[in-house]
C-alpha cells in the first residue's frame, strides 16, 4: 500500500481518539475499549494516572490529523519498496512515550521490531493493533530480545547506551541517553508564562526528557512567585508515589542540613545539578546571561529543552507551557528519525 493509505488509516485511528478525547460517544464499542485500555495502564503502571493518559492522548489527538502528517512526511522521499526491519527499545518514563518511532517506523513503509518498557505496554500495543484493523499490512511484532534488524533505534539511560552502542556499533542506529529540560526566567514574566511553566515542570511529575527540572532565576529574583503559581499543583502530593520521593529527599536535606525552600508538595533547590530528584526543582542564579550560555554550551548532550519567554541566541527556546507539546517534526534530541529510517 502507498505512503498516503497509510496516512489514511491512521486518520481513520485519529478519528476514533477525537471521538474518545472529545467524550463523544458515537462508537460506543472503541469508546469502552478506550476507557479499559486506560484503566488498565494505570493498573499496570502508577505513574500513568488517568490525567497523564489524557494529556498524551489530547496530544496525539492534535498532531496525526490527515493534513499534519501529510505536510510533515512531504519533504521526504519515502521509497517503502524496499522493507527493513527496524529495531525499536521504547523507554517508558512517561505514556505512549516511544509512540514516534514506531509511527515513524511504520509510516516509512520498515518493519516494527519492538521492545516495549515494562512501564508501557498496554498503550503502544492498543494503538498499533486499533491501526492494523484499518490497514492490514501494517507490519510490526513485540519481542524481548532484538534480532536480525537491519537499524535499530533505541532509548534508554546514559549507561544502557552504552551497551547499545557496542551491541549495534555494525548497524545504523539511533542511541538516545538521558536528557531533561531547563528553563529560564528573566522576572518580567506574567502570570500566564508562570503557569505555563509550571505546567513543564509538574507535567508527568516531572519524569519526561522535556520536563524541567532546573530553572534560571536572576539573583534577586523572588522565589514566592512561583510558590505562588505552583500551588495549582498541589495535588501533585497525594500521588503516592511522588509523596513518597518527595518525603525521602526532604528528609536527606534536613539530615544534611543542607539549605532549601519547601511549599510540603514540591522543593527548590539550589544547585548546579540538571536532573533533580522528583518532587524536587532545582535553580541556579545567574546575573548575567553569558553564564547561561555558558551553562547550555557545556550541558548541549544533555538538555532536551530550554523554555524561555525570550529567544536565545544560541539555543532554540521553547515558550513556557509547551515543553510536553512538541511538534511532529521536533525530534528527540534533535535527530531526524525520518531522515534516518529514508536512508538505511
Known amino acids: 500500500m502507498s505512503l498516503e493509505q497509510r496516512i489514511k488509516s491512521l486518520n481513520a485511528v485519529r478519528n476514533i481518539l477525537d ?15 478506550f476507557k479499559k485500555t486506560i484503566s488498565l495502564a494505570e493498573t499496570k503502571n502508577s505513574w500513568f494516572t488517568e490525567d497523564s493518559i489524557f494529556s498524551v492522548l489530547k496530544y496525539w489527538n492534535n498532531v496525526l490529523s490527515e493534513d499534519t502528517v501529510t505536510k510533515w512526511l ?6 517503502s519498496t524496499e522493507k527493513k526491519n527496524v529495531g525499536l527499545v521504547l523507554a517508558g518514563n512517561i505514556p505512549m512515550v516511544g509512540f514516534h518511532d514506531c509511527l ?9 521490531v519492538i521492545k516495549l518498557s515494562s512501564k508501557d505496554s498496554i498503550l503502544i500495543p492498543f494503538f498499533l493493533n486499533l491501526w492494523k484493523e484499518f490497514y492490514n499490512e501494517l507490519d510490526f511484532e513485540f519481542v524481548e530480545t532484538l534480532s536480525n534488524c537491519d537499524a ?24 538516545r541517553k538521558n536528557r531533561t529540560s531547563i528553563a529560564i526566567l528573566t522576572g518580567k ?14 507535567s508527568y511529575f516531572g519524569l519526561g526528557c522535556r520536563s524541567v527540572t532546573q530553572i534560571f532565576i536572576p539573583k534577586d529574583y523572588d522565589l514566592n512567585l512561583l510558590f505562588n503559581i505552583f500551588i495549582s499543583f498541589k495535588n501533585v502530593i497525594n500521588h503516592t508515589k511522588y509523596a513518597n520521593n518527595y518525603d525521602y529527599n526532604k528528609a536527606i536535606y534536613l539530615m544534611n542540613q543542607e539549605k532549601f525552600w519547601d511549599n510540603n508538595f514540591i522543593i527548590l533547590k539550589e544547585s548546579q545539578n540538571l536532573f533533580s530528584p522528583i518532587g524536587t526543582l532545582y535553580f541556579s542564579t545567574y546575573s ?8 547550555i554550551s557545556k550541558n548541549t548532550e544533555n538538555i ?27 525530534y528527540a534530541d534533535g535527530i531526524d528519525t525520518i ?3 529514508t536512508h538505511l
Open 19 to 33: 471521538q474518545f478525547v472529545n467524550k463523544n460517544e458515537v462508537d460506543t464499542h472503541n469508546y469502552s475499549k
Open 304 to 330: 532536551q529543552c530550554v523554555v524561555c519567554a525570550q529567544p536565545l541566541d544560541i539555543y532554540k527556546t521553547i515558550a513556557p507551557g509547551q515543553a510536553q507539546n512538541p511538534k511532529i517534526y521536533d
Open 74 to 79: 512531504a519533504k521526504y522521499t519515502i521509497d
Open 288 to 295: 548575567d546571561k553569558t553564564e547561561i550560555e555558558n551553562f
Open 152 to 175: 535499530v533505534i533505541t532509548t534508554g539511560s546514559t549507561n544502557t547506551a552504552r551497551y547499545f552502542e557496542y551491541y549495534f556499533k555494525n548497524i545504523p542506529h539511533i542511541i
Open 189 to 202: 514574566e506574567t502570570e500566564e508564562q508562570l503557569y505555563g511553566l509550571a505546567n513543564d515542570v509538574f
Open 339 to 341: 531522515e534516518f529510517l
Open 104 to 112: 515513524s517506523t511504520l509510516l516509512t513503509g520498515n518493519r516494527a
